[in-house]
C-alpha cells in the first residue's frame, strides 16, 4: 500500500469540554466532580480542566489536603471514563518586576505538579499582557489591544515571557506535561506574536494552543498561520451570544485548516454563550461532531 496523502487525518479528532464552559466567573463555581460527570453522560471522552475552577487558592502552595483533592479527582475521571487532557492555567510573564516574574514562574511550576499529579499531558499557558487597560472587560471593548507599558518596549516583553518559558520547561519535561502556549491577549494576540515566542524557544515540551475564538479579525488566515505549531485546540462556541463577543465560525473551514496542518490531538469545547451550558454544551458538540467527525 502506498503512503497516506499528508492531509489525510490517521485517526479521528478527540473532543474533550473545557470545565469553563459550566462557568464564566459570573456565578457560583460548577466543580470540576460536575463536569466530569456531564462529560461522560455527553459521551466525549476528555475534560479541559479551568485552574482557578478547581478547590485550590492559586497564591498557596500545595499542601496535603490538596493533593488528596487531585487524586480524588484523578480517581473520579477514571471511574467515569473520562481522560483529563489539559489544565488551563492563568499566568502573567510580561511586568517590568523580576519579582513578580520570579512569582508568577512559581505558580506555574505548581501548576506543572498539578497536571502531573492528575495524568494531565498539556497546559495551557499566556504570555501575560502590559495592563494598562485595567479592567478585562474593557479590554474586550479595545478588541484586545492594549498599550505597551509606558518606559518600555514590546522587545522587553518578548524577553521577560521568553526568559520565564525558559525556566519552566526543565520542570515540564521532567514530570511530562507539555506547555502549550495560547494565542490570547497580549503578546500572543497575533499570529506574529505566538510564533516569535514558539520559535525563539526550542523545546520539544513547548507548542501553541489554538483558540478558535480569541482572533477578532480575519480569523482563518491567522489559525493556519499558527496551526503547524498547535498542540492543543480549544474551540469557541457563542450560544445565547457571547458574554463579551460573539463570532461565527465555520468549523468545517477550521477543521480543514487543521487537517491540513496534519493536526490529529484534542479538540477541546469552550462554550462562551450566555445560554445555560446544558442545553449549549451539547448544540456546541453536534456542530463539532458534524465539522470534525468526531
Given at each position: ?206 507548542g501553541g494552543l489554538m483558540d478558535t475564538g480569541n482572533f477578532l479579525e480575519d480569523p482563518y488566515t491567522k489559525l493556519a498561520a499558527i496551526a503547524p505549531k ?65
Amino acid at each position: 500500500m502506498g503512503a497516506a496523502p499528508a492531509n489525510t487525518r490517521k485517526h479521528p479528532i478527540q473532543l474533550a469540554i473545557s470545565s469553563y464552559s459550566y462557568w464564566h466567573f459570573r456565578t457560583a463555581k460548577v466543580s470540576i466532580e460536575t463536569v466530569i460527570e456531564k462529560t461522560a453522560a455527553l459521551g466525549v471522552p476528555g475534560v479541559d480542566i479551568l485552574h482557578r475552577q478547581m478547590d485550590i487558592p492559586e497564591k498557596e502552595p500545595l499542601t496535603a489536603a490538596h493533593r488528596s483533592y487531585l487524586q480524588r479527582l484523578k480517581r473520579h475521571a477514571f471511574r467515569n471514563g473520562v481522560s483529563l487532557v489539559c489544565l488551563s492555567i492563568h499566568q502573567d510573564f510580561v511586568d517590568p518586576s523580576a519579582d513578580y516574574r520570579r512569582a508568577q514562574v512559581e505558580h506555574t511550576l505548581k501548576c506543572i505538579e498539578i497536571a502531573a499529579a492528575l495524568g494531565i499531558p498539556a497546559m495551557r499557558l499566556n504570555s501575560g499582557r502590559w495592563n494598562t487597560i485595567a479592567s478585562f472587560d474593557d479590554l474586550m471593548k479595545a478588541r484586545g489591544d492594549e498599550p505597551i507599558l509606558p518606559g518600555h518596549t514590546e522587545d522587553e516583553g518578548f524577553k521577560w515571557c521568553q526568559d520565564c518559558i525558559e525556566q519552566c520547561l526543565p520542570r515540564a519535561a521532567e514530570l511530562g506535561v507539555v506547555l502549550a502556549l495560547e494565542n490570547h491577549w497580549g503578546l500572543t494576540r497575533t499570529p506574529a506574536g505566538l510564533l516569535r515566542l514558539l520559535n525563539s524557544v526550542q523545546s520539544p515540551w513547548l507548542g501553541g494552543l489554538m483558540d478558535t475564538g480569541n482572533f477578532l479579525e480575519d480569523p482563518y488566515t491567522k489559525l493556519a498561520a499558527i496551526a503547524p505549531k498547535t498542540v492543543f485546540v480549544q474551540a469557541k462556541t457563542y450560544f445565547g451570544g457571547g458574554e463579551w463577543y460573539t463570532l461565527e465560525l465555520d468549523y468545517a473551514r477550521i477543521a480543514k485548516i487543521l487537517t491540513d496542518a496534519n493536526y490529529t490531538g484534542w479538540v477541546s469545547l469552550e462554550m462562551e454563550g450566555k445560554e445555560p451550558a446544558d442545553t449549549a454544551v451539547p448544540k456546541s458538540l453536534a456542530v463539532l461532531r458534524k465539522a470534525f467527525d468526531a
